[in-house]
């Protein structure tokens, strides 16, 4: 649009049509493939974290049922209780390495999408510097 003449005797501005519409259609295509893959980064985290605590939840529960079942048993009650703490322990262990490990890849996807996003508007601005050094140059051509 900066590129564009402006009418006489009034404030709007003529743009050449070709470049505004292959400016868009350059954002429509590209935008949205990169809202789509930031929307499947942030389901596939949402998924890992529901796995990890479905992990840890089945892990805790096997902890408790093993536990239940040790305790009938008066002469291994001490062991039960101390290996129970330890499985309940690991389970949340390994529950939170699990989320780690999903946030990491979820800030690594985030840092793909950002770099991408630059790259997009990097092109975005090439686009619309070339669109304003083109009026320039056509009204070099007319002065000839």
């Known amino acids: 649009m900066n590129g564009g003449w402006h009418v006489p005797l009034s404030s709007k501005v003529q743009v050449?049509?070709?470049?505004i519409l292959d400016v868009l259609d350059l954002m429509r295509t590209t935008v949205p493939e990169e809202i789509k893959q930031s929307r499947r980064?942030?389901?596939?985290?949402?998924?890992?974290?529901?796995?990890?605590?479905?992990?840890a939840n089945r892990l805790v529960t096997q902890a408790q049922e093993r536990v239940e079942r040790m305790l009938t048993e008066d002469n291994i009650r001490i062991t039960?209780?101390?290996?129970?703490?330890?499985?309940?322990?690991?389970?949340?262990?390994e529950a939170e390495d699990i989320r780690r490990?999903?946030?990491?890849?979820?800030?690594?996807?985030?840092?793909?999408?950002?770099?991408?996003l630059h790259n997009v508007q990097g092109a975005v601005r090439r686009a619309i510097n070339a669109m304003h050094a083109q009026p320039a140059a056509t009204q070099e051509e007319e002065a000839r």
Do not use: C, F, P, W
């Open 16 to 19: 050449d049509e070709r470049e």
């Open 41 to 55: 980064v942030n389901q596939e985290r949402e998924k890992i974290l529901s796995q990890a605590q479905t992990e």
């Open 80 to 93: 039960a209780e101390e290996r129970a703490r330890e499985l309940i322990e690991q389970a949340g262990q």
């Open 101 to 116: 490990e999903a946030d990491e890849y979820g800030m690594d996807m985030l840092d793909r999408l950002d770099a991408e």
